[in-house]
C-alpha cells in the first residue's frame, strides 16, 4: 500500500505564492507518473499538473507560465510551486501517484493523497 500525503496549503493574497509538497511512502518499487489535481467547491476534480519519472511535464492551460511542478525521484516526492495566485485558483488541491509496488511481487497501485486547502483571497 502506498501513501501520499500534502502539505504547505494556506491562506494567501491575490498575486502571493505557495508551495506544495507530497510524500509517497510505503512499500514502493517504482513511481511512474506524479501530478497535482484540484476541487474548487461544487466542480469536478481537474488535472493542474503532471510529471513523469523522466521528468517530462504538463499543465493545465490556467496555471501555464504560474505554476512549476518539480519531482524529488529519491525521496519519492514531488512540488507544486505555485506564483501569481488567483482567487480562482482556490480549491482543495490532492496529489496523486500511480506505480508498482511490492518486493517480489509487483502490483500496480493508484493513490491519492487527503488533499490540501489552498484559499487565495481577492
Known amino acids: 500500500q502506498v501513501q501520499l500525503v500534502e502539505s504547505g496549503g494556506g491562506f494567501v493574497q491575490a498575486g502571493g505564492s505557495l508551495r506544495l509538497s507530497c510524500v509517497a511512502s510505503?512499500?514502493?518499487?517504482?513511481?511512474?507518473?506524479m501530478g497535482w489535481y484540484r476541487q474548487a467547491p461544487g466542480k469536478q476534480r481537474e488535472l493542474v499538473a503532471f510529471i513523469t519519472s523522466r521528468g517530462s511535464t504538463d499543465y493545465a492551460d490556467s496555471v501555464k507560465g504560474r505554476f512549476t511542478i518539480s519531482r524529488d525521484n529519491a525521496k519519492n516526492t514531488i512540488y507544486l510551486q505555485m506564483n501569481s495566485l488567483k482567487p480562482e485558483d482556490t480549491a482543495v488541491y490532492y496529489c496523486n501517484a500511480d506505480g508498482y509496488s511490492g518486493s517480489y511481487i509487483l502490483s500496480p497501485f493508484v493513490s491519492w493523497g487527503q488533499g490540501t486547502q489552498v484559499t487565495v483571497s481577492s
Open positions: 510505503g512499500n514502493i518499487f517504482g513511481i511512474n507518473a
